[in-house]
């Protein structure tokens, strides 16, 4: 059963335009949430996160949404710019408790058109 | 430098061989993190370790061992590779509530 859930494959967005990357969750103690971003052939990097007692977090042109009733983040990324093409991956964790594990969705590629 | 290395990069081997992955983490995280990456998963968790000698099961554990000596290095070790094991392998590190920060990833292709 998968507790992090990306369900759009890919995105494709104009440059200058706003891409919204959406993420939905299953798992209630869930309170903590990151966004990574990841290009070829390279780890994945740290974006942004978010807890659960806020409801947005922002940092330059990203800005992280949680929505905790509906079980429901987004990434948004404005302006887009052409770097911004990789792979992004949602992650949560139930911040209480000790292993910081991180459950991840399967990640949707992004792609800026110039 | 400081940051998370992962060694070898790349790695080809053959079925029934047994092949170490290492990572090593200058930031002297508690947490450490062994994750593969395959087509339609997204990263799945092998193993993970709190502290020095503090290991514990991730989502997909069959098949690998892990140790940590030190809280620098994470080695995983797949004991007799098999062909299901062919992925890209991330090492990941960090403190207790906050992001994990990875690796550039080693690709093992098990023929």
């Known amino acids: 059963d998968q507790q992090v859930k990306q369900n759009s494959p890919s995105l494709s967005v104009q440059e200058g335009r706003i891409s919204i990357l959406n993420c939905d969750y299953t798992n209630s103690m869930f309170d903590y949430f990151l966004w990574y971003k990841k290009y070829p052939a390279e780890g994945p990097t740290f974006l942004i996160s978010?807890?659960?007692?806020?409801d947005k977090n922002e940092d330059g042109r990203f800005t992280v949404f949680l929505n905790k009733s509906a079980k429901h983040l987004s990434l948004h990324i404005v302006p887009s710019q052409p770097g911004d093409s990789a792979v992004y991956f949602c992650?949560?964790?139930?911040?209480?408790?000790?292993?910081?594990?991180?459950?991840f969705g399967k990640g949707i590629t992004l792609s800026v058109r110039p | 430098d400081a940051g998370i290395t992962q060694s070898p990069r790349y790695k080809i081997t053959e079925t029934g061989r047994q092949v170490t992955l290492m990572c090593h983490q200058t930031w002297s995280h508690s947490y450490m993190f062994w994750y593969r990456q395959d087509l339609g998963h997204g990263l799945r968790l092998i193993y993970y370790s709190a502290a020095a000698d503090i290991t514990d099961k991730g989502e997909v554990p069959d098949g690998y061992v892990v140790s940590r000596s030190k809280t620098e290095n994470f080695p995983l070790t797949l004991e007799s590779a098999t062909r299901s094991q062919t992925s890209v392998y991330f090492c990941a590190s960090g403190i207790a509530g906050g992001p994990q920060y990875f690796g550039p990833g080693t690709r093992l292709t098990v023929l």
């Open positions: 992650a949560a964790s139930p911040l209480t408790g000790a292993n910081s594990k991180l459950t």
């Open positions: 978010i807890s659960s007692i806020k």
